[in-house]
């Protein structure tokens, strides 16, 4: 008995990890460009909290932006030699698994210098703001990503899918008894 509870509070966690994962579309309407306000990204990050487990989709055009992960030296200084990694094909998913700052870069052109940047701050699940050990890097999709758009959180689509996750997950548990 011992072990069916231990499944299903991790099944509850993985659960309610999958439900709660926000997805943002970086730069909304806008997308990952230069835009004409170079704190743009800044101000469009401001009024979001990203949590382990959201996911960043940068949209942009193949062959005139890409989004380079890099540290807060090459961020501040838009420094493009060296990033972390480099993404060319859109759209550009990545999954947040780690808390603490996070920094990317467009490394075409001025386009950095001209605020085509972001950087965002990761809290736990809970809202904690407990940096990462030993940096940051967040987890990319391999060369085959898709360009299916994920429905956000708040969107009719995403409750029915989560609504339906739910139902799935009750009916296994209810199952093991």
Request: glycine share 10%; proline share 6%; charged share 15%.
């Amino acid at each position: 008995m011992a072990g069916v509870f231990k499944t299903v509070t991790c099944m509850f966690l993985v659960l309610a990890a999958v439900v709660f994962a926000e997805d943002y579309d970086v730069g909304d309407d806008t997308e990952w460009a230069r835009p004409n306000d170079p704190k743009y990204y800044a101000t469009w990050a401001a009024s979001k909290t990203f949590r382990v487990g959201d996911e960043l989709e940068f949209d942009f055009t193949a062959g005139r932006h890409d989004v380079a992960v890099v540290t807060k030296d090459a961020y501040e200084n838009c420094v493009k030699e060296k990033p972390l990694s480099v993404m060319m094909t859109p759209p550009v998913k990545i999954i947040l698994n780690t808390t603490g700052p996070q920094y990317y870069i467009c490394t075409f052109g001025d386009h950095c210098r001209f605020g085509q940047k972001l950087a965002i701050n990761v809290v736990g699940a809970g809202g904690a703001t407990t940096p990462a050990a030993g940096g940051t890097t967040p987890t990319t999709p391999g060369a085959g990503t898709t360009t299916t758009t994920t429905p956000t959180a708040g969107s009719a689509a995403s409750t029915l899918g989560g609504a339906s996750f739910l139902v799935a997950f009750v009916s296994a548990v209810v199952a093991l008894f």
